[in-house]
């Protein structure tokens, strides 16, 4: 399984950005995906989850409410909406997919991506 995400870049605090991860080399349309972060200095985090048929999804209670992860109707792609973006979303963002649950998925999933960075400026 190859990932990779792509749409981060620049934006300014209380902006938005939409980022997607797309998958291949096997289907993921029954795998969990995930967002994790990595911050300068800082240990990698996660961010969001979403199981493999969509209808539920977790998140870091830091980013609840104003990031929304959802999947694409080929169930290959999933994306993370960041609304009200602050400096501390600064970070290198990295998709995963786990063939468990997603439970698994929120902790250490198998398959990881390229990151894609996004800075927020204040």
């Known amino acids: 399984v190859q990932l990779q995400a792509f749409g981060g870049g620049l934006v300014q605090a209380g902006g938005s950005l939409r980022l997607s991860c797309a998958a291949s080399?096997?289907?993921?349309?029954?795998?969990?995906m995930a967002w994790f972060r990595q911050a300068p200095g800082k240990e990698r985090e996660f961010v969001a989850a979403?199981?493999?048929?969509?209808?539920?999804?977790y998140y870091a209670d830091s980013v609840k409410g104003r990031f929304t992860m959802s999947r694409g109707n080929t169930k290959n792609t999933v994306y993370l909406r960041m609304n009200s973006l602050e400096p501390e979303d600064t970070a290198v963002y990295y998709c995963?997919?786990?063939?468990?649950?997603?439970?698994?998925?929120?902790?250490?999933?198998?398959?990881w991506g390229q990151g894609t960075l996004v800075t927020v400026s204040s």
């Open positions: 995963a997919a786990d063939p468990s649950s997603i439970t698994s998925t929120t902790r250490s999933p198998r398959y």
């Open positions: 080399g096997r289907t993921v349309g029954n795998y969990a």
């Open positions: 979403i199981s493999w048929g969509g209808a539920t999804t």
